[in-house]
Nanobody, 116 residues
Framework: VQLVESGGGLVQPGGSLRLSCAASGFTFSSSVMSWYRRAPGKERELVAT????????NYADSVKGRFTASRDNVKKTVYLQMNSLKPDDTAVYYCNARTASGIEYWGQGTQVTVSS
């Protein structure tokens, strides 16, 4: 099983990034996918969740209206489009999969730094 995040980096406040998470080794299409983040000195935070077919999404209040989660079940990839980025969005972002049987998998994380 692998979850491989990419797309992180350094961006100025107000800028955008799109994170990707490529999955393999489990049944992606029936799994709920989520993005979490952990900022320095803070607890891990659930950022966004997208249902197995992408019909339903949920977001943390702190990112509503700025972040959009999507998925491509053919490519077995989940995305997080992040717009209007703020310094408070600086964190390591993790991809999470929860299968239909309740097993969870995690990616290794990708660093997002918002700074001028």
């Amino acid at each position: 099983v692998q979850l491989v995040e990419s797309g992180g980096g350094l961006v100025q406040p107000g800028g955008s990034l799109r994170l990707s998470c490529a999955a393999s080794g489990f049944t992606f299409s029936s799994s709920v996918m989520s993005w979490y983040r952990r900022a320095p000195g803070k607890e891990r935070e659930l950022v966004a969740t997208i249902s197995s077919f992408g019909y339903s999404t949920n977001y943390a209040d702190s990112v509503k209206g700025r972040f959009t989660a999507s998925r491509d079940n053919v490519k077995k990839t989940v995305y997080l489009q992040m717009n209007s980025l703020k310094p408070d969005d600086t964190a390591v972002y993790y991809c999470n999969a929860r299968t239909a049987s309740g097993i969870e998998y995690w990616g290794q994380g990708t660093q997002v730094t918002v700074s001028s």
